[in-house]
């Protein structure tokens, strides 16, 4: 069965995405590799796919999503789960988004041995960055 499974994509419901990619863009360095405009006002971004690194999170309008999957209608934005990303700079990555991001974890080493702290996004979810030395 594990040959079944061959990519996991986030995506996440948001109220804005061109705020949200321009958060992702900002803090992170994120680059938009996808992107489809609103029906209604196609100045502004119904979806977006962004990239940083290794990373790809998908960014989708409420309205949009809650459209597609009706179990979505009325959910909190902003999760109640981490993205955990591994990088390899942790020291640099922590530089890079202070006065950017809300830091929601400081530095720290877990029992496991790595080195990690934690961010809060635009929209409320949280972005766990870790290095495993």
Known sequence: ME?????????????NVDDAVAWYK????????????CVIDNSKLQWAMVVFGGVSLM?????????EILALKNMPIGGS??????VED?????KSVKG???IVQEMRTTFYGAH?????????Y???FSEHK
């Open 126 to 128: 949280i972005l766990a």
């Open 116 to 124: 990690e702290f934690a961010i809060k996004d635009c929209n409320g």
């Open 100 to 102: 950017k991001a809300e």
């Open 81 to 86: 789960f981490t993205m955990y990303i591994d």
């Open 26 to 37: 900002n803090v992170l360095g994120a680059q938009v590799v996808a992107s489809v405009p």
């Open 59 to 67: 960014l989708q309008l409420r309205s949009s999503l809650e459209g």
């Open 90 to 94: 942790i020291n640099a990555v922590l």
């Open 3 to 15: 040959k079944n499974f061959t990519k996991l994509t986030v995506n996440l419901m948001v109220e």
